[in-house]
């Protein structure tokens, strides 16, 4: 059996993968542009940070932040790496901007995103009327790519890796292993064969594949 990962895994990670009876093949569903940025300063206050993408690019440019609000726990795990202060995390962009609203009414915020960000974080927050500013820092594009080979199960990493695949291929009878709810809402538009992960992280999303399988057998 074969599964198609949309994303390009870590030594580590395919190790997870050993004495699975699996096969697999790789690739990178979508691009990465890191992009230049200004902001009205380099300290600030409170950032909200819903991406790896978003924390390189601050990192790269050095911005001094007191207060991280970030979605992900590896994300968060990243930036405590990097010596920053993280003040809160969450699995997903909703229940993140939840807690902004419930106990940070009063503070302004900076949101570091990419070009494809999600609408439900930003649109919470201004329900809410919390007081933020957008600041783009990478762009991502998609790597379309066909594959004449199908496959037992397919990992999608991202509502913009599941765009990516399906503009060249379809899902057929393919299990889409998806790493988060909101992937699991792009995929299913395109097929009813759904596992979400436990927990979203690469590792649990490997985990749930390497499970099913040997259910299966």
């Known amino acids: 059996m074969t599964v198609l990962s949309t994303k390009k895994l870590s030594l580590s990670q395919k190790n997870l993968f050993l004495n699975s009876g699996l096969s697999l093949v790789e690739y990178n569903a979508i691009k ?22 978003s924390a390189k690019s601050i990192i790269e440019r050095q911005l001094k932040i007191h207060n991280c609000f970030v979605v992900g726990k590896k994300t968060a795990d990243f930036l405590k790496s990097h010596n920053f202060n993280i003040s809160e995390v969450s699995d997903y962009g909703r229940d993140l901007a939840k807690i902004i609203s419930e106990k940070y009414r ?36 998609l790597n379309k790519q066909s594959f004449l080979q199908e496959f037992e199960g397919i990992m999608f990493y ?60």
């Not at 230049?36 to 206050?45: C, Q, S, T, V, Y």
């Open 106 to 141: 009063d503070e302004k915020f900076i949101f570091f995103c990419g070009n494809l960000r999600r609408e439900e974080l930003p649109s919470l927050l201004k329900g809410e009327g919390i007081e933020f500013q957008e600041v783009e820092v990478y762009k991502t594009s």
């Open 32 to 53: 990465i542009e890191f992009l230049d940025f200004d902001l009205p300063k380099k300290e600030i206050k409170n950032a909200i940070i819903t991406s790896k993408n």
């Open 158 to 217: 991202s509502p913009s890796g599941v765009k990516s695949f399906t503009s060249k291929n379809k899902i057929k009878d393919s299990t889409a292993f998806c790493i988060g709810k909101t992937t699991a809402k792009e995929a299913e538009q395109y097929t009813e064969n759904i596992i979400i992960a436990n927990k979203p992280s690469i590792e649990n999303l490997i985990v749930s594949v390497v499970k099913h399988y040997k259910q299966k057998n």
